[in-house]
């Protein structure tokens, strides 16, 4: 049975529609999280969905279905329409999504107050684990000369936030792909690479600009455990290349030094990069969509956060790690915080330790496969988006 709620409008009854605009600000990050959302709506809860941006080059790197040239397309169901900031001439959905707290164009907005009809006006904030949300969290703001009021929806870890991006049997599936060996060997034949041996360190290298990366390679190189480092093509590829001392070309480029092999992948579609944090033994991310796969992946992980000006960024980070680091041991959670800290600094500060870190191995995986099935078992992002917008179009 679908949630998305019916409504009668002269004497016509529909399915609620559904309107998500995304402004591209980080590359793929935006872009990524609307794109998961669009689909499970559909998908999960039968919704007409709309899906509205203004960088179609950006989502075709996460979604090669996507024609950049085309100003309307359907893919997976959903209806992707390039956003044009001169102005909108669209029938307003019922429901309407400012991911992100983008601006959609005033036309749009006046045709919303004009048509007569109750419209669910959200702005899908962006995700924090601090404890100030939950007491914002769903409440409204009237527009200041329009009878429309829009109302703030906070994704988050606690009950009574918004919930995380997590479709149905997501959890299922990463278990029995980390469970069979012949599952994780077949992706990594797909993309080229021999299967994991025994000793070798398979780790996921995603991140915005970042000098600490040629100390990490170091650390890595030093070791006594070979290393096998994914690079997505163009993440973090001049100071790679500066550190091997060779030339940079792209997706297919590895370069090797001592016990240290970095392979440049092509960038990976949504389901395909999934899979790369499944069968990685370690995955550093970034932003918020590969930030909550990677803890859907239930593997240790280390998240560069999106940096704001003036710091503004840091009290997310130390906010996130409190509630992640709570249930591990003193010196496991300090060893991680730490290190995800010193990864989050704007300068190398020399004190990137990944040896301390990687001697908690056994720990920090058994309490990313506990976090992942806790955060699991409460209701996620779209169904509490869905059931919060419904009760709106009553």
């Known amino acids: ?89 669209a029938v307003p959905a019922d429901v309407v999504i400012e991911a992100f707290a983008c601006n959609i164009p005033e036309n749009y907005v006046a045709a919303m107050a004009k048509n007569g009809r109750k419209h669910a006006w959200v702005n899908l904030e962006y995700l924090t684990a601090e404890s100030w949300i939950d007491s914002h969290h769903g409440l409204p703001s009237p527009h200041p000369g329009l009878p429309l009021v829009k ?8 009950e009574i936030s918004g919930g995380l991006l997590a479709e149905k049997g997501l959890v299922s599936r990463r278990r029995q792909f980390q469970s069979e060996p012949g599952l994780s060997g077949a992706f990594w034949r797909g993309l080229g690479i021999p299967a994991q041996n025994g000793k070798e360190i398979r780790v996921s290298l995603f991140c915005y600009a970042n000098n600490s990366v040629p100390a990490l390679l170091s650390s890595w190189a030093g070791g006594s455990i070979p290393v096998q480092c994914f690079v997505p093509e163009g993440v973090a590829a001049t100071q790679i290349a500066e550190f091997f001392g060779q030339p940079y070309s ?37 932003g918020e969509d590969s930030f909550v796969r990677a803890q859907w992946a239930a593997r240790p992980m280390a998240w560069q956060i999106y940096p704001q000006r003036e710091e ?32 989050n600094q704007p300068e190398e500060m020399g004190n990137l330790d990944w040896n301390t870190l990687w001697g908690y191995r056994s720990t920090l995986e058994r309490h990313a496969q506990q976090w992942a099935n806790t955060m699991i078992k409460k209701d996620d992002l779209a169904t509490k988006l869905v059931k919060f917008c419904n009760n709106k179009l009553q």
């Open 312 to 343: 503004a960024h840091q009290p997310k980070l130390a906010a996130f790690l409190n509630r992640y680091c709570a249930d591990l041991p003193r010196a496991t959670a300090m060893a991680l915080k730490a290190f995800t800290d010193s990864w």
């Open 151 to 158: 109302h703030f929806f906070f994704p988050g870890f606690s």
């Open 1 to 89: 049975m679908h949630s998305g709620r019916e409504i009668s409008i002269s004497d016509t009854t529909y399915r609620a529609t559904w309107d998500i605009f995304c402004t591209v600000v980080d590359n793929f990050g935006d872009i990524g999280v609307c794109w998961r959302l669009a689909r499970q709506l559909g998908e999960e809860h039968g919704l007409k969905v709309r899906l509205w941006t203004d960088d179609l080059s950006s989502f075709f790197r996460i979604c090669p279905q996507v024609n950049p040239l085309l100003l309307t397309q359907t893919i997976c169901g959903v209806e992707i329409r390039q956003w044009i900031k001169t102005g909108l001439n």
């Open 250 to 286: 792209g997706a297919g480029n590895y370069f090797s030094k001592n016990n240290l092999l970095v392979r440049v992948l092509p960038f990976l579609e949504q389901d395909a990069y999934d899979r790369l944090l499944w069968a990685c033994d370690f995955n550093f991310v970034r």
